[in-house]
Antibody, heavy 117, light 107 residues
Framework: QVQLQESGPGLVKPSETLSLTCTVS??????????WSWIRQPPGKGLEWIGY???????NYNPSLKSRVTISVDTSKNQFSLKLSSVTAADTAVYYC?????????WGQGTLVTVSS | EIVLTQSPATLSLSPGERATLSCRAS??????LAWYQQKPGQAPRLLIY???NRATGIPARFSGSGSGTDFTLTISSLEPEDFAVYYC?????????FGQGTKLEIK
């Protein structure tokens, strides 16, 4: 059974960089069959796709966040990561990592990141 | 960006009743549409993909239909565990987008 687990700071100061890691177990990020995605959900609101990465390192980012987002993959650790720079209160959200094979079939439990001084 | 509009925002029904949820796309997404269920404090769960295919382990009471711009998720007879928020999502054009959700609540 594939499992994904997000980790990282739950509190980030405004203007700083949010950094999260997703550790995959029961499957491999090196599999050529999947993309690995980040999605976020502000408290009480809907879902926003941040971007995704393929094991080769190719990425695709939501244009609304593209200037601030970097997604990377570490196949040796079976992890992929998210960096979001210059954060503001509007970036406060639950951040999910997920596996995509055309659709998001496995998700992490999500981690709440609050942007506040 | 393709905008997905879900209706109604809230649907109040009783167990055993039939639920019909709608998702309308701002332009055609062909059949590249999925439905997810989200319960409080949980990640979304894939229910339906490619508009009408049930994901692994999803009960037969869930069905999806539609193509182009108009889609429907139907729950034939509501069970207590079905009360949740439902989202549609398209992957026809990047960025992939979600609808704003329909909350299915117990009447």
């Amino acid at each position: 059974q594939v499992q994904l687990q997000e980790s990282g700071p739950g509190l980030v100061k405004p203007s700083e960089t949010l950094s999260l890691t997703c550790t995959v177990s029961g499957g491999s990020v090196s599999s050529g069959s999947y993309y690995w995605s980040w999605i976020r959900q502000p408290p009480g609101k809907g879902l926003e796709w941040i971007g995704y990465i393929y094991y080769s390192g190719s990425t695709n980012y939501n244009p609304s966040l593209k200037s601030r987002v970097t997604i990377s993959v570490d196949t040796s650790k079976n992890q992929f990561s998210l960096k979001l720079s210059s954060v503001t209160a509007a970036d406060t959200a639950v951040y999910y990592c997920a596996r995509e094979k055309q659709w998001l079939d496995y998700w992490g439990q999500g981690t709440l990141v609050t942007v506040s001084s | 960006e393709i905008v997905l509009t879900q209706s109604p925002a809230t649907l109040s029904l009783s167990p055993g009743e039939r639920a019909t949820l709608s998702c309308r796309a701002s332009q055609s997404v062909s059949s590249y549409l999925a439905w997810y269920q989200q319960k409080p404090g949980q990640a979304p769960r894939l229910l339906i993909y490619d508009a009408s295919n049930r994901a692994t382990g999803i009960p037969a009471r869930f069905s999806g239909s539609g193509s182009g711009t108009d889609f429907t998720l139907t729950i034939s007879s509501l069970e207590p565990e079905d009360f949740a928020v439902y989202y549609c999502q398209q992957r026809s054009n990047w960025p992939n987008t979600f609808g704003q959700g329909t909350k299915l609540e117990i009447k």
